[in-house]
């Protein structure tokens, strides 16, 4: 750490950051890892390297665009607004199936806009207890009455607290109270996906008056699941009985909120975050656009069949090497995998040494990253490993070996240790 800072403000935030740091859960900038194997980035198709991908944006660049600005002259309400950002809007809903889309600079300010100021005064928020941050700080400058969390994926334990609050309230029961009810179409830590068409139905069946409204968080789905990679929603032909979907985009900063037009007026009129952000510059709505027409190019499939046979043989593997640590006596449970294949790209490895594990990894040139609280619960460690399309069957079988090694230098540390232990007694 830094000398001692001089003023009493300085030294609460060095001694906050010294207590994190004591707890191995100091993040710093990390150098960029262009030597290592990635294993770590959110690029699922591995489109940000692609040469298809950097034609196709040089293309929209260089085309006949009077409007084309280095950068941005204003926010979009004031003069920062263009005929291709909204007609991007228009192709982008139009290809997820959605009446229409606002564009956000992030998906985290995009969070922050649906669920800070969409629910109004009094309204109830019903959200899974896995939900991502961004929703968690809208939710903090919200107007809602109730906020109220529901077990991960739990279509039970949803209808249990919804129907709690519909006992309770007696204005949810005649409509003019409304329930918002937040989940993510993919979790990012876990890699599983959400029983959405569950919820939709237990929603509609217990608020029949149509006063509850499903917004689902579509950001690691996009581009991989689903076809064409339109994501869960539309994979399950849900569209209409969502209220707003998020997506965002890996390959370009930027996100859009997919919704009626009547919402859409309402963010751009009272969403914050999109009414003093200074509008997109054409460059990064040209990267959205390239990005789109790599995604729905029939080439692309390819790529997303690719994913899932890496993730197949990656989850065969690692579940072997689970269940033969176990057989061999590891009580301590060094990694634990899921039972079930993820259906995306994301793969956690639950490790109670978790950075121990990333640390090795890394040392042996993958690029993993190790995630502890308050990003996951307490006693959910994880190293959390995300497959790419560029990824190769060599590069898995490296990765799993990795794994493998330190499984049995960290139980073989552990024996000596024991052993020292037991020679002093």
């Known amino acids: ?23 191995s859960a100091l993040w710093t900038l990390p150098e960029p890892s262009g ?32 409007e084309f600005r280095i950068g941005s002259s204003s926010t ?29 600079t992030s998906g985290f300010d995009a969070n922050v806009s649906i669920f800070g100021y969409l629910p109004q005064p009094g309204d109830v928020i019903i959200y899974d207890e896995l939900i991502h941050a961004s929703v968690h700080e809208g939710m903090r400058v919200s107007r809602a009455g109730k ?26 029961r005649t409509g003019e109270r409304n329930v918002f009810v937040s989940v993510e179409a993919l979790y990012s830590m876990d890699g599983d996906t959400s029983p959405v068409a569950e919820l ?71 969403a914050r975050p999109f009414i003093y952000t200074t509008a997109m510059a054409f460059p990064s709505l040209a990267a959205l656009k390239a990005s789109y027409s790599m995604i729905q190019d029939v080439k692309t499939e390819d790529l997303r069949q690719n994913i899932r046979r890496l993730m197949h043989n990656l989850h065969t593997r690692l579940q072997t090497l689970s269940i033969r640590s176990i057989a061999s006596g590891d009580v301590d449970r060094l990694i634990r995998v899921p039972e079930k294949c993820p259906e995306g790209s994301i793969f956690p490895i639950k490790a109670p040494q978790a950075l121990s594990l990333a640390t090795y990894c890394r040392q042996r040139g993958y690029s993993v990253n190790a995630i502890w609280p308050p990003a996951v619960p307490r006693g959910s460690e994880r190293v959390r490993i ?12 490296g990765l799993v070996k ?19 232990i037991e020679s002093r007694l």
């Open 35 to 66: 030597d290592l194997v990635d294993f770590s980035s959110n690029d699922f198709l591995s489109l940000s390297t692609s040469p298809g991908l950097r034609s196709s944006f040089f293309k929209e660049l260089t085309s006949d665009n009077p």
């Open 76 to 104: 979009r309400v004031l003069d920062g607004n263009s005929k291709y950002a909204l007609s991007l809007e228009t192709h982008i809903a139009t290809f997820h199936n959605a009446p229409s889309g606002l564009l956000f």
């Open 147 to 172: 906020l109220l969390s529901f077990s991960h994926n739990s279509s039970n334990d949803f209808r249990r607290v919804l129907e709690q609050c519909v006992a309770e309230d007696e204005l949810l």
């Open 386 to 397: 995300c497959v790419h399309a560029a990824n190769t069957q060599i590069q898995i079988d």
């Open 402 to 420: 990795a794994v493998e090694d330190w499984v049995e230098l960290t139980k073989e540390r552990a024996g000596e240790r024991k052993a020292q």
């Open 200 to 270: 939709a139905e237990i929603l509609n069946h217990l608020l029949p008056l149509k006063n509850g409204h499903l917004i689902v968080d579509e950001a690691h789905s996009t581009g991989v699941i689903g076809a064409s990679g339109r994501g869960i929603v539309c994979d399950l032909g849900l569209e209409s009985r969502i209220f707003v979907r998020l997506h965002t985009f890996g390959k370009a900063p930027a996100s859009i909120v997919l919704c009626s037009p009547l919402v859409r007026l309402y963010l751009i009129n009272f």
């Open 1 to 23: 750490m830094q000398s001692e800072p001089s003023s009493s403000l300085g030294r609460v935030l060095k001694a906050k950051l010294e207590n994190r740091n004591a707890r």
